[in-house]
């Protein structure tokens, strides 16, 4: 047997105010995509903006449904959104934010594993790393790539 260990890097900034000028642009739009959110059940407005590689920005913000499984989340609905109208364009950064009670969140929303599968689909589909930045008032998270928030990817059909 052997103990192994995986270290994750990410950076830790103080606001969205703090981050690079691309990053701070991307955070803010997923901060305006949480005003279009439908999510009369839960109450957790979620924004997801994604900056491809032809320029656009495209966004997303979650969607529930009363029969609670077929609502989604903002991140999906943001990445099949751009796979749908930009096929060929990679997702170069995906930012996340939440409000809650008409406020943004202070604590990040981290987005979940069905999310973060997707992700993985569209980074290797790409080939180009996919940033995350997950944004709240009171810290924001960048990673540099999926593999950071997914450790031990599903790929076995590859
Ligand atoms: N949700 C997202 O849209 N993204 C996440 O990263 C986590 C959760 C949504 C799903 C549901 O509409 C609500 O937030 C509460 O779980």
Do not use: W
Request: proline share 4%; charged share 25%; aromatic share 8%.
């Amino acid at each position: 047997m052997t103990l192994k260990e995986i270290n994750i890097r990410y950076k830790e900034y103080g606001s969205i105010g703090e981050l690079p000028e691309d990053d701070r642009k991307l955070a803010l739009e997923a901060v305006k995509a949480t005003e279009n959110s439908y999510s009369p059940y839960s109450g957790f407005h979620v924004g997801a903006a994604l900056r491809l590689s032809n320029g656009k920005t495209v966004c997303g913000s979650n969607q529930e449904n009363i029969a609670y499984p077929s609502g989604l989340c903002a991140e999906r609905t943001a990445m099949f959104h751009a796979s749908h109208s930009y096929p060929d364009a990679a997702i170069e950064a995906i930012a996340i934010a939440a409000s809650q009670n008409g406020k943004i969140c202070e604590e990040p929303a981290s987005p979940c594993g069905a999310c973060r599968q997707v992700m993985a689909e569209y980074q290797t589909r790409s080939g180009h790393d996919m940033r995350i930045i997950l944004a709240g008032t009171g810290k924001v998270l960048v990673f540099e790539k999926v593999d950071d928030i997914l450790p031990f990817i599903f790929d076995s059909l590859k």
